[in-house]
């Protein structure tokens, strides 16, 4: 009698047990939703707040670790999207998708052979996936293992792929292994198969760019925009091409083109902010900067380029702000200490500025400019032994022209 009683008593735990895992899997299913609505209308606050409670709800619920993985992948947070993918991989690790994702986030993090690593994984749950294999041959060109990735794409072609994309393809990477040969024939292949395809003429121009044929290549990115006049991605190429040909407005107005059809991608406010400060266009030079950094605040080139910018205007306060902005994010960047050295100077705080071109060169010692503009520094400071061996190791060591003529001046060269 005991024995049934038991076994009756393990049934009933049973039941329960496995009721209480499904309600909770319904309740966390619909947080879930609730936070895709709330990403849908960007509101990723909320969305996170209901994605964490589902993990709460249900811990083994893979896929509220995948959507909230995403979601700090959006936000940049890559680590906690990491450890998220992480959790949902050790949940379900036959999902293809989960390592796909995973990968995504360590291309990022700029650990392309981890997402090689993911995809390999991906590929071996479904060798048939057309998109994983493809990934997969996007990170070997990222690494440059450019026979791995071709051999992705013969693959992918004995599975059915797209025969346009295949020649594109492979004319990218032989473009890349600088075989303009070969690269040019899967083109013109791409282009016969398609005579209306802008991405074949997009790429034809890149090509001619690598070989410095800038005249053919501003032909073929026309051609590209004729046959799709939205595409803004060649409005910039052919900017390239132009500012290559001196034509400075001519460039200035494809990336106006290329910022009007993409007005959130800093990449194109950065180039036209540099085309600017080119042109003379400083303050321009200045909005654009700002643009950049506006939706991005992490790109370092734009604040860089600022502070330099704003040197040049003579905002010596405002250039300094960002280059200590730049300092304490990255404080091993010897060029932002010589740039706040040659700030410095221009205050005649030359003993800072000695003390700022040292941190340069405790960084790189080879760092030529920072050790001419030291010795400088050492002099209008009346430490002219100092300096003139600094200009003396510029000229000598490094074969650094612009010191003979101060060492005349100043050292009694």
Known sequence: MMKYTIIILLLTW????????????IEAT???????????????????VQYTNAIATDIGYAEAYM????LYKNLGRLKESMMDYNQAISINPMSEYAYDQRAAVKVLASDYAGAINDLTEAVKINPTDFSVRNDRMNDYLLIESYEEALADLDTLLQQGFDLEIYYLQKGKIYMLQNLFSKSKAYIDSAILLNPKSFIAYDLEGLLYLAQEKYTPAMNSFTKAIELNNEFDVAFYNRSVAKRYLNDFE?????????IYFNQNNENLYFS?????????????AIKDY????ALD?????????????????????YALNDINKLIKK???EPEYWNMKGNIQVLFADYFDAVESYNRALEIDENYVEAKFNRGLAYIMSYRPLQGCQDLNDCLYTYDYERAMDVMENFCGF
């Open 67 to 70: 959507k909230r993985a995403r």
């Open 14 to 25: 049973f039941n329960i047990s496995l009721i209480s895992q499904t309600s909770n899997r």
């Open 330 to 332: 990255d404080e091993n």
């Open 272 to 284: 036209r902010a540099v085309l600017r400060k080119e042109m003379g266009d400083l303050k321009g």
């Open 250 to 258: 001519g460039a200035k107005q494809d990336l106006d083109s290329s």
């Open 297 to 317: 605040s992490s790109y370092k080139a734009a604040l860089f380029n600022k502070a330099y910018t704003k040197k040049m205007l003579g905002k010596y306060s």
């Open 30 to 48: 619909q947080l879930v939703q609730k936070g895709d609505k709330f990403m849908r209308f960007g509101n990723w606050e909320d969305a996170e």
């Open 290 to 293: 700002n643009k950049t950094l």
